[in-house]
């Protein structure tokens, strides 16, 4: 696991304030439609940063109503996607391609 990589990570507080308090100023990546939701009484959110910014934000913070929860390593995640990826270029062959899209 490296520093650098980025984490998802789940964010619970029992109101709104607490939610907002901690991620004023936070600068943690909230994803293009950040979606706060409730999850029995307590209200939840996902955002992405790296564990050394969670901790420093978590020693800084006074907030103590807000529980961290670390999803996975996103940036693991990736890798192992990218992975999952070919190398080779499968229009080399200047074959028309089989499938069930729609063949132009």
């Known amino acids: 696991m490296a520093d ?22 936070s600068g943690f990546d909230l994803g293009c439609r950040p979606v706060v939701h409730r999850e029995g009484n307590e209200f939840v959110v996902e955002v992405y940063a790296p564990l050394p910014e969670v901790d420093r934000l978590r020693s800084a913070r006074s907030v103590s109503g807000v529980d961290v929860t670390v999803v996975e390593n996103a940036s693991e995640v990736g890798r192992n996607r990218q992975a999952e990826v070919g190398s080779g270029n499968r229009f080399a062959a200047r074959q028309a391609l089989r499938g069930l899209g729609i063949k132009e």
Do not use: N, S
């Open 4 to 25: 650098g990589d980025v984490h998802r990570i789940k964010l619970r507080a029992q109101t709104l304030e607490e939610l907002r308090a901690f991620l004023d100023g």
